[in-house]
């Protein structure tokens, strides 16, 4: 059974940070990109970045570079999402994925958390 677990979310004030950790079990993830998606009401899912297990490059939605990090513990099969000068616009669920192929993309992600709810007030 693979399982992703987040937690972290929260309410914080505009300007505030948050740090959000996705544990992954039930399979040696090595060799799966780790990817950070959220969601707003009325919203589609949508990208905020991605990392390799293995070293490879990280990346992150234009929306949120320069304020979000993507770190990750390989010992404890953690990845981490440091937000920093949060917006009420990052308002959403966010959620962590874990898929074979390193994109963008919603649909390369094989296996889900159950999300985290990050609200930005104003």
């Known amino acids: 059974q693979v399982q992703l677990v987040e937690s972290g979310g929260g309410l914080v004030q505009a300007g505030g940070s948050l740090r959000l950790s996705c544990a992954a079990s039930?399979?040696?993830?090595?060799?799966?990109?780790m990817g950070w998606f959220r969601q707003a009401p009325g919203k589609e899912r949508e990208f905020v970045g991605r990392?390799?297990?293995?070293?490879?490059?990280?990346y992150y939605a234009d929306s949120v570079k320069g304020r979000f990090t993507i770190s990750r513990d390989n010992a404890k099969n953690t990845v981490y999402l440091q937000m920093n000068s949060l917006k009420p616009e990052d308002t959403g669920v966010y959620y962590c994925?874990?898929?074979?192929?390193?994109?963008?993309?919603?649909?390369?992600?094989?296996?889900w958390g159950q999300g985290t709810q990050v609200t930005v007030s104003s």
């Open positions: 994925a874990a898929g074979r192929f390193c994109t963008s993309n919603v649909g390369s992600y094989d296996y």
């Open positions: 039930g399979r040696t993830f090595s060799n799966y990109c």
């Open positions: 990392t390799s297990w293995s070293g490879g490059g990280t």
